[in-house]
Protein backbone atom coordinates (compact mmCIF):
# COMPACT_ATOMS: atom_id res chain seq x y z
CA UNK A 1 0.00 0.00 0.00
CA UNK A 2 2.82 2.12 0.74
CA UNK A 3 4.51 2.04 -2.60
CA UNK A 4 1.01 2.63 -4.18
CA UNK A 5 0.90 6.07 -2.57
CA UNK A 6 4.74 6.91 -3.28
CA UNK A 7 4.19 6.25 -6.90
CA UNK A 8 1.07 7.95 -6.94
CA UNK A 9 2.77 11.08 -5.32
CA UNK A 10 5.75 10.83 -7.06
CA UNK A 11 3.46 10.84 -10.47
CA UNK A 12 1.72 14.05 -9.31
CA UNK A 13 4.77 15.83 -8.48
CA UNK A 14 6.44 15.30 -11.84
CA UNK A 15 3.08 15.72 -13.26
CA UNK A 16 2.81 19.07 -11.62
CA UNK A 17 6.33 19.82 -12.39
CA UNK A 18 5.66 19.52 -15.79
CA UNK A 19 2.13 21.86 -15.87
CA UNK A 20 4.42 24.57 -14.17
CA UNK A 21 6.62 24.58 -16.73
CA UNK A 22 3.92 24.62 -19.67
CA UNK A 23 2.88 27.99 -17.59
CA UNK A 24 5.52 29.60 -17.83
CA UNK A 25 5.93 28.79 -21.32
CA UNK A 26 2.51 30.46 -22.20
CA UNK A 27 3.44 33.37 -19.72
CA UNK A 28 6.66 33.53 -22.02
CA UNK A 29 4.95 33.53 -25.03
CA UNK A 30 2.39 36.14 -24.18
CA UNK A 31 5.00 38.43 -22.98
CA UNK A 32 6.76 38.59 -26.33
CA UNK A 33 3.20 39.00 -28.15
CA UNK A 34 2.68 41.95 -25.43
CA UNK A 35 5.79 43.14 -26.42
CA UNK A 36 5.36 43.36 -30.05
CA UNK A 37 2.34 44.87 -29.46
CA UNK A 38 3.62 47.83 -27.76
CA UNK A 39 6.89 47.79 -30.69
CA UNK A 40 4.35 48.32 -33.69
CA UNK A 41 2.59 51.20 -32.17
CA UNK A 42 5.58 52.57 -30.93
CA UNK A 43 7.09 52.58 -34.33
CA UNK A 44 3.75 53.54 -36.39
CA UNK A 45 4.18 56.20 -34.23
CA UNK A 46 7.69 57.05 -34.63
CA UNK A 47 8.19 56.41 -38.33
CA UNK A 48 5.00 57.89 -39.13
CA UNK A 49 5.11 60.84 -36.52
CA UNK A 50 1.36 60.47 -35.84
CA UNK A 51 -0.33 60.41 -32.53
CA UNK A 52 -4.07 59.51 -30.77
CA UNK A 53 -3.77 56.41 -33.23
CA UNK A 54 -6.54 53.70 -32.73
CA UNK A 55 -5.17 50.08 -32.32
CA UNK A 56 -6.98 46.96 -32.09
CA UNK A 57 -7.75 46.11 -27.77
CA UNK A 58 -7.06 41.76 -29.26
CA UNK A 59 -3.33 40.57 -29.64
CA UNK A 60 -4.56 38.34 -32.48
CA UNK A 61 -5.51 41.27 -34.69
CA UNK A 62 -1.72 41.45 -34.80
CA UNK A 63 -1.33 37.78 -36.33
CA UNK A 64 1.76 37.55 -34.61
CA UNK A 65 4.00 34.73 -36.48
CA UNK A 66 7.08 33.29 -34.27
CA UNK A 67 9.71 32.28 -37.45
CA UNK A 68 11.39 29.81 -35.17
CA UNK A 69 15.24 31.82 -35.50
CA UNK A 70 13.98 34.48 -32.97
CA UNK A 71 11.83 36.49 -35.53
CA UNK A 72 8.79 37.54 -35.48
CA UNK A 73 6.42 38.45 -38.37
CA UNK A 74 3.46 40.81 -37.34
CA UNK A 75 0.56 42.20 -39.53
CA UNK A 76 -2.59 44.19 -39.19
CA UNK A 77 -4.60 47.44 -39.42
CA UNK A 78 -4.92 50.70 -37.38
CA UNK A 79 -6.71 53.86 -38.00
CA UNK A 80 -5.78 57.33 -37.85
CA UNK A 81 -8.24 59.98 -38.43
CA UNK A 82 -10.86 57.48 -39.70
CA UNK A 83 -8.57 56.17 -42.45
CA UNK A 84 -7.58 52.45 -42.22
CA UNK A 85 -3.94 51.88 -42.41
CA UNK A 86 -2.38 48.11 -43.10
CA UNK A 87 0.93 47.80 -41.45
CA UNK A 88 3.63 44.65 -42.21
CA UNK A 89 6.86 44.17 -39.70
CA UNK A 90 9.59 42.10 -38.38
CA UNK A 91 11.51 42.01 -35.10
CA UNK A 92 14.02 40.41 -33.88
CA UNK A 93 13.77 39.09 -30.08
CA UNK A 94 17.51 39.89 -29.43
CA UNK A 95 17.57 38.96 -25.49
CA UNK A 96 14.60 37.77 -25.07
CA UNK A 97 13.10 41.12 -23.70
CA UNK A 98 14.70 43.60 -26.37
CA UNK A 99 12.79 43.71 -30.39
CA UNK A 100 15.02 44.74 -33.12
CA UNK A 101 12.66 46.23 -36.12
CA UNK A 102 14.04 44.33 -38.90
CA UNK A 103 11.20 45.42 -41.61
CA UNK A 104 8.81 48.08 -41.93
CA UNK A 105 5.89 48.52 -44.44
CA UNK A 106 2.58 50.85 -43.81
CA UNK A 107 -0.02 51.31 -46.49
Excluded: P
Amino acid sequence: MRKILFSTVCALAILATGCSSDSSSDSASDDIETNIELAVQDAVEQNEKIDNVDWSWSIDDYHIIDNGDGTYDTSGQFSWHDKLYDFNMTFEDTDHNTLKLISYHVN
